[in-house]
C-alpha cells in the first residue's frame, strides 16, 4: 500500500518535528528518519535535499541529517503547537489520553498562531502535555530534564513515572492507562530480573509483572526517598 503524497508544508513539518525528536544526539540516518515517517528511504532523501537548501537542515555522511538553528527553531513551534493541542484534547474535550496523538498530528498543521494562543491562555500556559511531555514557550525553549527508562530502576527503589512515549500506539497507552503507569504514578521496584528482561513493579500498592519491551517508553524519576 502506498503513502500518499503530503501537501509541501505539512511534509516539511511533519521531518523537522521527526528530526528534533530522533536527533537530540547526533545526525539522523535517512533509514531512521524513513523508519519513523513510514516514507521511502528515496523520498526521504529528496525531502532532507530540500530541507538543506532552504538552510533548515544539516547533511552528513550518507545524507544523515541534523536540524540547523533554524530548522530546530522551526520544529519546536510544530512540537509546541502538537503538545498544546493534546493537552487541550484531554483537559478540556475529555478525549481519551491514548487515543489524542492522531487528532493532534492532524490539527497541528491547520491551527492558526491566534487560535494557538488563545488555547494556551485558556488552559492557563501549561507546561505538560497529557503523557508528561514538556511543551516548549512561544521562544522556542524545552525544558530539558535527565531522566531515565523504567526498566533501568534497581530492585528496591522507587520513582516517579514523569512521561510515557510512543503516543502513536494505541493499544500500549490502553495498558499502560489500566495499570496505572502515568505520568505522577509513583512506582517501586520489587524486583528487576535484567539478564531475564522480567521485572515486578508495585503501582498505587498493586504489583505488575511485566517484560522489557512491555515498559519501554516509560520514562522515571528518582525519588529522593527509597521506599523499603
Given amino acids: 500500500m502506498s503513502v500518499p503524497r503530503l501537501p509541501a508544508s505539512r511534509s516539511r513539518e511533519n521531518y523537522l518535528k521527526a528530526l528534533l525528536q530522533l536527533g537530540a544526539e547526533a545526525a539522523v540516518p535517512v533509514t531512521v528518519l524513513a523508519r519513523h515517517l513510514r516514507i521511502s528511504a528515496p523520498s526521504v532523501t529528496n525531502m532532507l535535499a530540500r530541507l538543506a537548501d532552504e538552510k533548515l537542515v544539516v547533511l552528513g555522511p550518507r ?8 530548522g530546530e527553531q522551526a520544529a519546536l513551534q ?60 512561544r521562544q522556542g525553549r524545552l525544558a530539558r530534564r535527565a531522566l531515565a527508562p523504567l526498566a533501568a530502576l534497581p ?17 500500549r497507552m490502553a495498558r499502560w492507562k489500566q495499570s496505572g503507569l502515568v505520568p505522577g504514578a509513583r512506582v517501586r521496584m520489587v524486583q528487576a530480573n535484567a ?5 515486578t513493579l508495585e503501582i498505587a500498592g498493586r504489583r505488575m509483572v511485566s517484560g522489557r519491551e512491555g515498559l519501554d517508553g516509560i520514562m522515571i524519576e528518582r525519588r529522593t526517598r527509597t521506599s523499603r
Fill in 63 to 70: 545524507g544523515a541529517a541534523r536540524l540547523s538553528g533554524a
Fill in 78 to 137: 510544530v512540537l509546541r503547537r502538537h503538545r498544546l493541542l493534546e493537552t487541550f484534547l484531554v483537559n478540556v474535550l475529555d478525549l481519551d489520553w491514548g487515543e489524542v496523538h492522531e487528532d493532534a498530528e492532524e490539527l497541528e498543521h491547520h491551527v492558526s498562531q491566534r487560535v494557538l494562543d488563545a488555547l494556551d491562555r485558556f488552559m492557563g500556559h501549561p507546561t505538560e502535555d497529557p503523557h508528561g511531555h514538556p511543551i516548549p514557550d
Fill in 155 to 171: 530492585t528496591g527503589s522507587a520513582a516517579e513515572v514523569r512521561e510515557v512515549r510512543g503516543g502513536d500506539d494505541r493499544a
Fill in 195 to 199: 539478564d531475564d528482561g522480567v521485572f
